[in-house]
């Protein structure tokens, strides 16, 4: 077969992007700056583009990319007039690499702590939720500035932007590059589970746009639950957090139709949903904790148990989420408590925590809470108050085919089921 300087490029590209987050996490032990570590790592991948249609794409691609990175990243702080600071810095480390051939990887275990570093350092505190997330997906993801922006509906420049203040912010704060130890762990790996969390939601229910879901984020974000699930085999959290996304990213082929159109949790076709996702979810939830993704992830169980919606235990559920109110209070867990109570003692059960509900600030503007309250109105027989309400939502929401669903429960002789939960 004719090797090609596209494929090779097509090649390069592929390999780095696989790589990518282990070779920007090996530099970055080098060099302590995660931005200078990215950037070697492109160079890296610019020496790829230049060298392999010439010189044959090597035996260990990844090795390769690894290597060069590394060295150039010894050079670089040889280079510095800091020298002496930087080789204090990280012991005799730099004095004892020799310059690394084209085969040398290093040892896994070394890099697999670093992609561990890595991690911790991009979900810093010092760094806002949208920062946090982005710098994440783009150095762990590996994803272009373009796909993380066509992800989060956003421009190119505004993420741009949001990355490289984050990498400055990282380094101006002088945040170092390790793996917390001690009380400031459970903290910071909190901080952790929360970016994957946000981005595996903002593809499970996109806020904003044309379509529902995007599972390209969905799968984003369950594959850095999984590396970290490997990375943390003794942290019970973390399996909880897997857990629930394994079972939620289960169900996500069954969401919509084939006009891309929303299909609520009563109406999907369950055999569509993924059975090895499920026996996945099952296994992590088994090394899971007590904590909140833990939690969640047992509701998710529960549905994925159900052969059908009217064997689902609704009264398991909404306990599930009493336990979860006390471990994290918040009006949107009120609120989906609110939903299986309804449906495990009947919708005027529902709709008195509803109400109780409805001077949350949270809630203001919360699409969420007039569509459920519709739908409990609607249950009751109250069709011109259900209809209203889910006209209301529709107002809120920001994704069209919400949108969509929610204006058409709003036409006359509104019913159906409950909102997916």
């Known amino acids: 077969m004719t090797v090609t300087a596209g494929s090779t490029a097509e ?118 939720r949208e920062a ?33 203040r984050a990498k400055r912010t990282l380094a101006k704060a002088g945040v170092p590059f390790e793996v917390p130890g001690g009380a400031d762990r459970e903290a910071r790996l909190s901080s952790v589970l929360e970016v994957i969390y946000l981005v595996f939601n903002e593809g499970y229910a996109a806020t904003a746009g044309d379509d529902l879901c995007r599972p390209a984020l969905c799968e ?8 970290l699930a490997n990375l943390m085999p003794g942290e019970p959290e973390v399996h909880g957090l897997l857990a629930l996304l394994e079972f939620q990213a289960s169900r996500i082929a069954a969401r919509t139709g084939p006009g891309g159109e929303p299909v609520l949790l009563a109406d999907q076709d369950r055999s569509r949903w993924n059975r090895m996702l499920i026996l996945r979810g099952a296994e992590a939830l088994l090394r899971a904790g007590r904590g909140p993704y833990s939690v969640q992830a047992a509701i998710a169980a529960c549905h994925a148990r159900a052969v059908r919606y009217e064997d689902t235990d609704w009264a398991a559920i909404a306990a599930l989420y009493g336990r979860l109110l006390e471990l994290a209070p918040s009006p949107v867990v009120g609120l989906n408590r609110a939903v299986a109570v309804a449906m495990a003692e009947g919708p005027e059960a529902g709709l008195r925590l509803v109400d109780a509900l409805a001077a949350e600030p949270v809630l ?8 459920v309250r519709g739908d409990l109105l609607a249950r009751l027989g109250r069709d011109e108050e259900a209809r209203a309400e889910f006209r209301r939502a529709a107002s809120l929401t920001r994704n069209a085919r919400e949108r969509e669903l929610l204006l058409a429960r709003a036409a006359p002789s509104p019913s159906g089921p409950a909102p997916d939960g």
Not at 107 to 127: E, G, N, Q, Y
């Open 11 to 128: 090649t390069v590209e592929t390999v780095f992007r696989i790589e990518s987050a282990r070779i920007t996490a090996g530099v970055a032990r080098i060099v302590r700056d995660v931005g200078i570590a990215e950037e070697l790592a492109q160079d890296a991948l610019v020496a790829a583009l230049e060298q392999w249609p010439e010189s044959g794409v090597p035996e260990k691609p990844g090795a390769w990319l690894m290597a060069t990175a590394r060295h150039r990243a010894i050079d670089l702080v040889r280079r510095r007039e800091t020298y002496a600071r930087k080789l204090a810095e990280v012991g005799r480390a730099l004095e004892d690499v020799p310059p690394p051939g084209p085969e040398d990887l290093g040892d896994p275990d070394d890099i697999d702590d670093d992609l561990l570093r890595l991690i911790f350092t991009a979900c810093h505190p010092v760094l806002s």
């Open 132 to 164: 946090r997330a982005a710098l994440t997906l783009r150095l762990l993801g590996g994803l272009t500035t373009d796909e993380i922006a066509r992800a989060f509906l956003v421009s190119e420049p505004a993420v741009a932007q949001r990355v490289v």
């Open 220 to 227: 984003d974000a369950l594959r850095l639950a999984r590396v």
């Open 364 to 371: 203001r503007g919360y699409h969420l809470l007039p569509s």
